[in-house]
């Protein structure tokens, strides 16, 4: 027994779809591309247009939130009912730059619908899935006859996503209180394919560094002094060879410590899963896989730890030869990190290594970028589970599957911060096209996040309470 | 008994000795910069003026010979003896780059002499080690009363030495018959020091080669796929990585097959060098050795073979990271040879040894840049014994010691393509500062190299007869 009933919801929603859609084409004509100087105004009047419109859907606080950076958006509605738990709502108003002559078909910033999709930049990210909390706790109401939310909703809606979100995590910290909550939902991801409804439980989290290493002063000759003082390229190659044993597990003393193995359920789960290798080769832009022995293409992209070089750089790199020892080299690496590994534990075990491999005559140092922890809902919470209901519900009863993500997001600052469980609800598909030209969203699919948000917060209310 | 009367040389140079000077001078002022377009009449200038000197000094044939690049200088004297064995010299008359403001204390192109030195860009590389060839063969019949030397002398003196000499093998290939000679004696090389007299038996032959390694189509995200697809940066890595064992030694299969070792003799010489490893250091701008187990300093650079990576690049290089697995990735390798490595072989070699290293998924390409042979002439050589009887009459009967150069030169070509010992003669000193700023010659020593080559002639003709 669900306390809204699909068919109101349905009702709902049909009713007021167009309204929803040109509201959505609206907001989509702004081009808030956080990324370019030139559209700071636009990413301004982006915040603006969706507090105005949260205020219109009836959340009785809206506020646009300065940061050092590009403004945010943060609305609240308390539930009325003094048990009611607290859900924040997380997604962003920015988007990506785009450019007719990058390859769109019309301009990305006049929404065009054709086929059942609706074209524009921004359309799955991430406007369309923050806009589908607006009709959808609407229908809420409606179907249920209330006249607040079963829970304290609460939206932050930043404006820096598509900039690596520079200035998010301080925003969190400053604003603790107002944020605080019993569960995050990150409406920012996506789902497996159009006929395969999931909901993503975890994202790997993520430490980077530099390293730079110093031998000659100068490029020295290579036939004068070769093969007799340390050349800093050599080293800097062994350290990235060190990284990885022979079946490709990260060989950094200590790496695994704690970490959390898949459980044979899980892996069952996930083998569930329709992979197609070759098409995911495809995506990948890639002729093989290679990874850790014993795991799975999927298993290693969601749930192991990695490391990788980004990028290396040491000598001569112009055309032609030239016999020199380079006085330097630098590797950038950067280590995707899962649920049991800590991530200032994770840089001092690469520390330690790094200082254990470099030869003497070879000076070092390593630098390290800001480090995202991973993020994990185990299968059995709750919140977890009400989104899977929520979600089966809009989907016809349909099974609701469970994937993971690769990446790091600025969702797991809100899990620091907050100490809340993150949970992921995304109607988006790969086929979408984020950050490519055309990006575009299935109206049908929209619609879907509409009438799981119009039954997630009575489904979050019972299930948090 | 030697033919030449060593005061008579050493009178006849002293008369003379000013007039050399004023003319190296001259040449000197010449930028005959190979590497710098707007000095190619310069170049051309300079050809021409060591010509018109040659033909001066006495040389019946001199010739500019014109290369698809810059001009070099030929010139020959026969001996009138039938019997008399051939020699060629060979040296350049292009100089480095320089500029007053690269720290020079005076106008390089402009020469001062102050402290026994003559300051000036190619004072020592390489216009006054050819220079002391016209008074030395003056002297020679000067304090013999011959009127042509006693061997067939021919001088080849290039215009591209500073640019890698891409015409010089062509160039010797063309002109084999002009240029047949029983023995080559390179006037471009140095001695240990002021105080320690040596002569070079050998360089390294060189094998350089560029491979590029492809991975994905384009960067893909290393949080999507990072573990589980073939990384060219780590690929790269890897064979810089297997390069070399664990004591340094170069682990191609068959790199070290046929070398010829040094022998106990030829290590006692090289250890009897007064070497100062950390003084050694200093000239390598380095902080510590590290090499092949088993050998010391010199004998790493000098008489063993190395791999060095001169220039690695793949990924991102700019400031912070980039979190991506990068398309591709970029290797440059350069491979000291010895003594019996032949480079073709070589080449296959490391061919075969790349090709069992690169991963599937990844795609390989290796180049090979123009490949040097190794040349070492015999410590018991007759030649090799008269040029150290030569330097040890002009430096008042010191014994003279054996060094080698770890580099390579173009040299190596004129003992492939005429197959006659080459012989090296300097009498520069680390400290003249070849390709730095105030290049030098030490006068002292310009002079022992004219009054070796006073005697050279004599002893080459009865050692080679």
């Not at 900039?163 to 569960?183: K, Q, V, Y």
């Not at 007799?228 to 990284?243: E, F, G, H, S, Y």
């Not at 055309?319 to 020199?324: A, E, L, N, S």
């Not at 690469?350 to 254990?356: H, L, N």
Request: hydrophobic fraction near 40%; charge should be negative; proline fraction near 7%.
């Amino acid at each position: 027994m669900s306390d809204t009933p699909d068919s109101a919801v349905r009702t709902y929603i049909a009713q007021y779809r167009a309204a929803f859609l040109d509201d959505l084409a609206e907001w989509l004509r702004i081009p808030s591309v956080s990324a370019q100087p030139e559209h700071d105004a636009d990413v301004r009047r982006s915040a603006e247009w969706l507090a105005a419109k949260l205020k219109e859907t009836g959340f009785p606080v809206t506020e646009v939130w300065e940061t050092a950076g590009a403004p945010a958006v943060f609305a609240e509605w308390p539930s009325g009912d003094p048990d009611a738990p607290t859900v924040l709502v997380y997604g962003h108003h920015d988007v990506q730059p785009a450019a007719r002559e990058d390859g769109w078909h019309t301009d990305p910033f006049e929404p065009v619908v054709k086929d059942g999709r609706m074209y524009a930049r921004g359309a799955a990210d991430d406007k369309g899935q923050v806009f589908f909390h607006t009709l959808g706790v609407r229908a809420h109401l409606a179907a249920t006859g209330r006249t607040a939310p079963a829970v304290n909703l609460k939206l932050l809606v930043e404006g820096e996503e598509e900039s690596g979100s520079p200035h998010f995590r301080a925003l969190a910290e400053r604003n603790t209180d107002r944020l605080a909550a019993d569960a995050v939902i990150v409406s920012d991801t996506g789902m497996w394919s159009e006929t395969t409804p999931t909901v993503c439980t975890g994202m790997r989290g993520l430490a980077e560094c530099e390293i730079e290493l110093h031998g000659p002063d100068q490029d020295i000759h290579s036939g004068s002094f070769g093969g007799a003082v340390p050349n800093p390229a050599t080293v800097a190659a062994r350290l990235v060879a060190a990284l990885h044993d022979e079946n490709e597990r990260v060989a950094i003393p200590g790496f695994y410590d704690g970490i959390a193995e898949l459980t044979p359920a899980e892996r069952e789960l996930l083998a569930e899963l329709p992979f197609d290798e070759s098409e995911w080769l495809r995506t990948a832009a890639s002729r093989a896989t290679l990874g850790e022995a014993g795991y799975s293409t999927l298993e290693r992209v969601w749930a192991r730890p990695t490391a990788e070089v980004n990028g290396i750089g040491g000598g001569y790199q112009g055309p032609g030869g030239k016999t020199i020892i380079p006085a330097s080299a630098r590797l950038k690496l950067s280590f995707r990190l899962v649920s049991g590994q800590d991530t200032d534990r994770v840089e001092e075990l690469i520390r330690s290594w790094v200082a254990s491999l470099v030869p003497a005559g070879i000076r070092h140092e390593i630098t390290f970028g800001g480090a995202t922890r991973p993020c994990l809902t185990p299968l059995d919470h709750p919140a977890l589970q009400a989104v899977a209901r929520s979600m089966s519900r809009a989907f016809d009863g349909e099974k609701i599957r469970f994937t993971r993500e690769g990446g790091s997001g600025p969702a797991a600052d809100l899990q620091d911060v907050l100490g809340a469980p993150v949970l992921f609800l995304g109607i988006s598909v790969p086929s979408d096209g984020w950050h490519a030209p055309n990006e575009k969203v299935e109206l049908i699919l929209l619609l879907k996040g509409v009438e799981t948000t119009a039954h997630l917060w009575g489904e979050l209310a019972r299930a948090l309470r």
